[in-house]
């Protein structure tokens, strides 16, 4: 079975600049979370998609936001880049009904 | 309340001893509490987790040890090796409020061989 799948694995963007960011999760699974992975704050909770719908939402500017297609892909966008978005953007797939969460490799994006 | 705490930053251990990272959490209704092992460059992989009623979970040269009434838990390997060199980090979650993990700050681990 493939794992998550994240795309593209860098980015270099310019402040002011939006960017998306793309999660294929593992066949099966219809949950997507996105967590944002700096060396500061660690490991954050962005939100997390269930059947298209935004299920839960961590403390991030609005700035941030997702969505989830019918085939459970997600994308994750970011408006007017700021220099301390430069992280590694995390995507988890969970199978329906179990608390496992599988990570892809992550998205690295650096603002500049 | 939400957060979880994890210790050391880092730790360096000779190969074959035993490595032990621990974390702590303040919300009781945690019931989820997983391990995830992350290398350069890749995303964290999913290594080992436990519910609350249990004490002790083992599974290989991994073990987690669970304290409720401390509201603490840990993760020993045993006969560390140079490839367990990574960044441990410690989560915990509601399981009804599933997708959001709440995660500890990591610990790298360096073993030397």
């Known amino acids: 079975k493939a794992g998550v799948t994240q795309t593209p694995r860098y980015l270099i963007k310019t402040r002011g600049q939006q960017v998306t960011l793309s999660c294929s999760p593992i066949?099966?699974?219809?949950?997507v979370s996105w967590y944002q992975q700096t060396p500061g704050q660690g490991l954050q909770f962005l939100f997390e998609y269930f059947s298209e719908t935004q299920r839960n939402k961590g403390n991030f500017p609005g700035r941030f936001s997702g969505r989830q297609f019918s085939n459970s892909r997600s994308e994750m966008n970011v408006s007017t880049l700021e220099l301390g978005d430069s992280a590694l953007y995390l995507c988890?797939?969970?199978?329906?009904?179990?608390?496992?969460?599988?990570f892809g490799q992550g998205t690295r994006l650096t603002v500049v | 309340q939400q957060q979880v705490k994890q210790s050391p930053q880092s730790l360096i251990v000779q190969k074959g001893g035993i490595s032990i990272i621990n974390c702590a959490y303040e919300n009781t209704a945690f019931d989820y509490f997983p391990w995830y092992q992350q290398f350069p460059g890749k995303g964290p992989a999913l290594l080992i987790a436990i519910r609350p009623d249990v004490s002790e979970k083992k599974e290989g040269r991994f073990t987690i040890s669970f304290n409720k009434s401390a509201k603490q838990f840990s993760l020993h390997i045993m006969d560390s090796q140079p490839g367990d060199s990574a960044t441990y980090f410690c989560?915990?979650?509601?399981?009804?409020?599933?997708?959001?993990?709440?995660f500890g700050q990591g610990t790298t681990l360096q073993v030397k061989p």
């Open positions: 988890a797939s969970s199978p329906e009904g179990r608390t496992e969460a599988f």
């Open positions: 989560a915990a979650t509601i399981s009804s409020n599933t997708g959001k993990l709440i």
């Open positions: 066949s099966g699974h219809r949950s």
